[in-house]
């Protein structure tokens, strides 16, 4: 099993994820951003707000929303980043993929997720077939 992504705890990393991140908005949660200067694995904090519902509605939408966010950055690590995850009450009857989905949109948002082949092969002009497999480029003809 993976070991569990670090944790922003502390009131006041909320506040300055959101005083000073970037923000993207998606249909079931908002993520807030801000970059570190070191190449630490990312660190996620998780809010749900009481218009959600009871206790145990926002605590079981937590816990989704927590899951969601270790399945996606297990399969795609992140980096020198702060990351807030805040839970709307859309997110509480959204699918579990679809919330998968909504975390790897607003983490593309924000630019916190690389885009996965472009560490392999560099711009069209430069991409050849025998280097990186892609079928663009000057020898593709």
């Known amino acids: 099993m993976a070991p ?7 009131r006041a990393e909320f506040l300055r994820v959101a005083a000073k991140g970037k923000r993207a908005p998606v249909h079931g949660l908002v993520l807030q951003a801000l970059a570190r200067d070191d190449a630490m694995p ?11 519902g009871n206790a145990v509605i926002r605590n079981r939408t937590r816990r989704r929303l927590k899951e969601a966010a270790r399945l996606l950055l297990r399969e795609q690590p992140v980096t020198g980043v702060d990351l807030v995850v805040i839970g709307r009450d859309a997110t509480r009857g959204r699918a579990f993929t679809a919330l998968v989905d909504d975390l ?5 948002k924000v630019g916190a997720l690389a885009r996965p082949d472009a560490a392999r092969c560099p711009p069209p002009p430069q991409c050849w077939p025998a280097r990186c497999g892609s079928t663009s480029g000057p020898s593709a003809r």
């Open 42 to 52: 990312a660190r996620l904090g998780f809010t749900v707000t009481k218009k959600v």
């Open 4 to 10: 569990a992504p670090q944790r922003l705890t502390r």
């Open 104 to 108: 790897r949109r607003a983490l593309n």
